[in-house]
């Protein structure tokens, strides 16, 4: 029977007979038989092949067997003598389903380095570490739809074509027909007025909580904003809770919960790829994520955190006052040199958060929540909505934003408006925390950044 190498190696049963298939990892010869170590991307693990020499295809294709060649071995399981391995694979046929010439396979034993395999991102997968962090994302993946749904929380299906820029969140890609002259005038044509890739699906998921509830929306975003960081990407995807019913603290509860879920769910899952993470990517990685669930994340407002870096007396690139945004050094030094945990930072200036945030009762500040994480900074960006309709009008037009192309999201507050809340949790940030990988362009398996999208 085929076999994942997974499965046989989660419960191996000596004297089994079955098959694998999968990919030649290397292959060594001694006196009269060879060892092949052959991998699956079912897990890390490889398994030992033995081929002996009495296989009628021993001299004219096994021995000839190189990395990135494709093959079905069928064979017996057996007790293995060697260290690190329980079981290998005795076989009794060697099948070879296509070659892979030594001369030009790029993925020769040797380290490359992980800009040299963004050159190559229809082979990278076949290393450890990129299968690594494929199984580790797709596990998380599963992970949020599993913490919502036991929760009773409904998946919402957002639009990626939109015509509402959900306004602060980034610059918007245009949609636009072949025919056109102008990207405007195309979408004009089509959708009858501009529209774009969603940049978030916030204000759709408000729509769908204020008739459900509870909901959350899992989907790809796009953002044409033009930084080249090791934390943004072009196209990325975010897991958007929006909770009817809900204030700030109930919002800082459910991201706080979800993360732990996520981080000890990967923990208990996925411990052969966290070691190897912790082992060649980011040492200590282990314990930094356990003492992450072990621990109550730290909590300030905005106004202490700015007094908090002003005392510090470091010297940022930026400069600290109360009124501007935090940058990116600002929120690390707060989360790795000062509290050295998670930290969630609430009640930012009104004057630069979006105007769906709903505005304190000091009319200065709003109930905005971004929650910090040590290597990365931000990694959630939430909020309590603004649902009075008065206030919400009032913060639109001074932001200057049409009216018009927002009845629909103000009819939500003129018919049976409930205070909500919701954040954005930006999914390849969560895999690098998890990870410990320093480029996001390592977490999602195609990247998309100014200048590149190969394939
Ligand atoms: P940043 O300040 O880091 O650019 P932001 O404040 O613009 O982020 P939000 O609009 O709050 O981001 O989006 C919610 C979450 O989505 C962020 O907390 C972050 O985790 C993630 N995110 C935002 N922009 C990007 C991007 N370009 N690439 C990857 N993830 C992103
Ligand atoms: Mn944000």
């Not at 040797?110 to 299968?131: D, V």
């Not at 930084?227 to 929006?242: D, G, I, K, Y």
């Not at 040590?374 to 909505?385: A, K, L, M, V, Y």
């Not at 009216?403 to 940030?429: A, I, N």
């Amino acid at each position: 029977m085929r076999k994942r190498i997974a499965t046989i190696l989660a419960a191996p049963q000596r004297g089994e007979q079955l098959q694998i298939a999968g990919w030649v990892r290397t292959r060594r010869d001694a006196s009269g038989f060879s060892f092949i170590e052959v991998g699956d991307g079912s897990c890390l693990a490889n398994i030992q092949v033995i081929a002996d020499q009495t296989l009628t295809n021993y001299g004219d294709e096994i021995k000839k067997l190189s990395a990135g060649c494709s093959v079905l071995v069928t064979g017996t399981l057996q007790e293995s003598p060697a260290k690190g391995q329980a079981v290998e694979l005795l076989a009794s046929e060697v099948r070879v389903l296509g070659w892979a010439d030594p001369e030009t396979y790029p993925l020769q034993k040797k380290h490359h380095s992980f800009e040299f395999l963004r050159n190559i991102s229809h082979l990278r997968p076949r290393t450890n570490a990129l299968g690594a962090v494929a199984r580790v994302r797709s596990r998380l993946s599963y992970g949020v739809h599993s913490f919502f749904q036991e929760r009773g929380f409904i998946q919402v299906h957002t639009p990626i074509i939109t015509t509402s820029d959900c306004e602060g969140a980034g610059e918007m890609f245009q949609v636009t027909t072949p025919s056109a002259v102008s990207a405007a005038e195309a979408a004009a044509e089509f959708f009858g007025r501009p529209a774009g890739l969603t940049v978030s699906g916030q204000l759709q998921a408000e729509v769908y909580a204020q008739a459900l509830g509870n909901v959350y929306t899992f989907g790809p975003t796009f953002r044409a904003e033009n930084s080249n960081t090791s934390r943004h990407l072009a196209e990325f995807w975010m897991v958007e809770p929006e909770m009817a019913f809900c204030d700030l603290e109930c919002n800082r509860q459910v991201a706080e919960e979800m993360l732990k879920y996520l981080i000890r769910l990967v923990l208990a899952e996925c411990s052969e790829d966290l070691a190897l993470f912790d082992h060649f990517i980011a040492k200590g990685l282990l314990a930094r994520l356990q003492q992450v669930v072990d621990h109550d994340f730290a909590h300030i407002t905005y106004s202490e955190a700015v007094e908090q870096l002003l005392q510090s007396k470091h010297s940022f690139s930026y400069p600290v006052q109360w009124g501007g945004d935090l940058q990116s050094e600002h929120e690390r030094y707060l989360t790795e040199t000062i509290y050295h945990r998670p930290l969630i930072v609430t009640d930012y200036p009104a004057a630069i958060k979006p105007f769906y945030m709903r505005v304190s009762d000091d009319c200065r500040t709003v109930a905005a929540m971004d929650i910090l994480v040590p290597g990365i900074g931000e990694i959630i960006g939430g909020s309590q909505r603004e649902e009075r309709y008065d206030v919400l009008v009032a913060r639109m037009q001074q932001a200057g934003i049409e009216l018009s192309g927002y009845e629909w999201y103000l009819d939500l507050r003129r018919y049976g408006s409930v205070p909500h809340s919701g954040f954005g949790l930006g999914f390849e940030r969560l895999v690098q925390f998890v990870t410990g990988m320093a480029n996001i362009r390592e977490v999602i398996p195609f990247p998309r950044t100014p200048g590149f999208a190969p394939c």
